[in-house]
């Protein structure tokens, strides 16, 4: 039996929204696989009341803390070691379950992952990964989308090595194309960031590096990877959130464009770490908490996370 954990207390709408998106995802999931509900006992059973799901489809695990959204993510994440977001990790650093996933506080996830899970052999940061939507009906991979907002160049590298791995295993990309944000195409261009990271991306063997990519090139898919700080890819999702959001408020329904929905992938991988571990957007709808587990499942039979424990622990 596969398990996935859910942080049931994570996220504006939650508990609620996070258990109608679970018993979403249940009438989806095979038969070998479990969702394991995290969080406080009478707010999970006041709301499972309500709903129909299969029997064995739904465990509860509880816990008596709640990590908010606004509180400090390292200091909560030690004060609160029985939060729904700590027990998931003791509950994935166990092998308990296959994965995590929550709609809650961001910075406690990335918390968890790194003194939790740990970062895989040489890895400096996990970055947090996106689906980038494509004109063509697809998907590239953009991260870093917000977790290290300040990068170094030997950081974007291994963002590149990290996205590269993921694209192929996680996406079915045999040799996928690295492309390095930037306003130019023209490698002398850009900040000294850029220009660095520029040189040290060419010289990667391990990578199919096609040189820099610029804004306008990004939804022709012209890298299946695209690497950048934290702070510029999420601005660009960000972005591309408000855009669907005026389109479908004045009617107007784009096969890309609406892709931009967060709801459709339901979540990022925080991937580097050893776990598979996806966060989701703190306004997550059931929908979107359904997305959510599916792209965890999807995950878990790539086998991606043991792919990048192999070439980064060599």
Sequence with gaps: MKKIAVDAMGGDFAPRAVIEGAVLATQSLPEDYQIVLIGKQDAILEVLHDLDYKKGSIEMVFANDVIEM???????????????????????????????????NTGAMMVGSLFTLRTVGSLQRPPIAGYFPLKSGGYSIMLDIGANADCKPEVLLQFAELGSLYAKFALGIE????????????????????????????????????????????????????????????????????????????????????????????????????????????????????????????????????????????
């Excluded at 804004?215 to 959130?241: A, Q």
């Design 70 to 104: 606004h509180e400090h993510p390292t200091r909560a994440f030690s004060q609160k070691p029985n939060s729904s977001i700590g027990v998931g990790f003791k509950l994935l650093k166990e092998g308990q379950v296959s994965a995590f996933c929550s709609a809650g």
């Design 175 to 314: 040799n996928p194309t690295v492309g390095l944000l930037n306003i130019g195409a023209e490698e002398e261009k850009g900040s000294t960031l850029a220009q660095a990271a520029h040189q040290l991306l060419k010289s990667d063997k391990k990578i199919n590096f096609i040189g820099n990519v610029e804004g306008r090139d990004l939804f022709d898919g012209k890298s299946d990877v695209i690497v950048t700080d934290g702070f510029t890819g999420n601005i660009l999702f960000k972005m591309g959130e408000s855009l669907y959001e005026h389109a479908a408020s004045k009617g107007i329904s784009d096969d890309l464009i609406n892709k931009m929905n967060y709801e459709v992938v339901g979540g990022s991988p925080i991937i580097g770490v050893n776990g598979n571990v996806i966060v989701a957007h703190g306004i997550s709808t059931p929908e979107a908490i359904k997305n959510m587990i599916l792209l965890a499942k999807r995950q878990i039979e790539s086998g991606v996370v043991e792919k990048i424990k192999e070439v980064f622990n060599n």
